[in-house]
């Protein structure tokens, strides 16, 4: 059971726009710590893909961003491509301690 | 260019322990505000941290995991190694080290990985 829950799987066909959502509570994101994010491609490594809740890392498309507000963050790809199906992961604080979500797995129809 | 690659068995014994390195190039560990984690990753699951060494040698773990595990660098050659004791089936996953720095608190960049299989 992770600390941030996210949904297991989200899909969307290409072109389309979709969001996955990362939520937390009052010891973590609600805290006040960033949410970080990662796509792992299959049979990969972790990659970053958003830090500090909002901010690309260079050459990571601006297709992607990130937000935060409360106890929850959300993932948000537009122009979906068939390139973007990975597992999504993010990633925070509790109380000092490094905690991530379950990860979710993005299908492009 | 930071690049990171974590080695160490492939299989390891239940109750035995084991020893991974992570060596890394394009930053030292001398540097201020640099750090290195460990997070690993069972087959078809989340990824979990288990810990961190900064430059000034401080050291996080899991709350979970922390009596089982030690974290160590060797500042000259550029490596960070992880012992974990104890070693059990649930424990087989990918291991990965990552730098992350004090301030930013994200993971870049990442190791390949390195798959551990417990099994007698």
């Known amino acids: 059971q992770s600390v941030l829950t996210q949904p297991p799987s989200v899909s969307g066909a290409p072109g389309q726009r979709v969001t996955i959502s990362c939520t937390g509570s009052?010891?973590?994101?609600?805290?006040?710590?960033?949410v970080h994010w990662y796509q792992q491609l299959p049979g990969t490594a972790p990659k970053l893909l958003i830090y500090?809740?909002?901010n690309r890392p260079s050459g990571v498309p601006d297709r992607f961003s990130g937000s935060k507000s409360g106890t929850s963050a959300s993932l948000a790809i537009t122009g979906l491509q068939a390139e973007d199906e990975a597992d999504y992961y993010c990633q925070s604080y509790d109380s000092s301690h490094v905690v991530f979500g379950g990860g979710t797995k993005l299908t492009v129809l | 260019q930071v690049t990171l690659r974590e080695s160490g068995p492939a299989l390891v014994k239940p109750t035995q322990t084991l020893t991974l390195t992570c060596t890394f190039s394009?930053?030292?560990?001398?540097?201020?505000?640099?750090?290195v984690s460990w997070i690993r990753q069972p087959p078809g699951k989340a990824l979990e941290w288990l810990a961190r060494?900064?430059?000034?040698?401080?050291?996080y773990y899991s709350a979970s995991l922390k009596t089982r595990l030690t974290i160590s660098k060797d500042t000259s050659k550029n490596q960070v190694v992880l012992t974990m004791t104890h070693m059990d089936p649930v424990d087989t996953a990918t291991y990965y080290c990552?730098?992350?720095?004090?301030?930013?608190?994200?993971?870049?960049?990442w190791g390949q990985g390195t798959l551990v299989t417990v099994s007698s």
């Open positions: 060494i900064d430059w000034d040698d401080d050291k």
């Open positions: 009052s010891s973590n994101i609600g805290a006040g710590y960033d």
């Open positions: 990552a730098r992350i720095s004090a301030t930013g608190g994200w993971f870049d960049p």
């Open positions: 500090g809740n909002n």
């Open positions: 394009g930053f030292s560990l001398s540097t201020s505000g640099m750090c």
